[in-house]
């Protein structure tokens, strides 16, 4: 059984940062992809931002063109912790956040963290 559990989400001002963390736990292959994605009221889930363990060619990353120099994606495999450093944040940021991991062929989600950005 895989574990996700999210952390740091808040509301905070146009312009200001949060961090967002999610460690995972349980049956976990070490080559894996860790990942952000989010949904607004009304909208579908969307990808922000995703990670690959860096197991077996080197670490990469891919964002959505919306957070693009805005949000940086990070891990530690040593915690199984993906990070998201979310800067310049606007209101249409605003979304419940959700950890994901992918792993063996399964996609594994989070709770689920709000983020709240007020103009």
């Known amino acids: 059984q895989v574990q996700l559990v999210e952390s740091g989400g808040g509301l905070v001002q146009a312009g200001g940062s949060l961090r967002l963390s999610c460690t995972a736990s349980?049956?976990?292959?070490?080559?894996?992809?860790l990942g952000w994605y989010r949904q607004a009221p009304g909208k579908q889930r969307e990808l922000v931002a995703r990670?690959?363990?860096?197991?077996?060619?080197?670490?990469?990353?891919n964002y959505a063109d919306s957070v693009k120099g805005r949000f940086t994606i990070s891990r530690d495999n040593a915690k199984n912790t993906v990070y998201l450093q979310m800067n310049s944040l606007k209101p249409e940021d605003t979304a419940v956040y959700y950890c994901?991991?992918?792993?063996?062929?399964?996609?594994?989600w989070g709770q689920g963290t709000q983020v709240t950005v007020s103009s």
């Open positions: 990670i690959t363990s860096g197991l077996t060619s080197g670490l990469s990353t």
């Open positions: 994901n991991l992918w792993t063996a062929g399964t996609d594994y």
């Open positions: 349980g049956s976990i292959f070490r080559i894996n992809v």
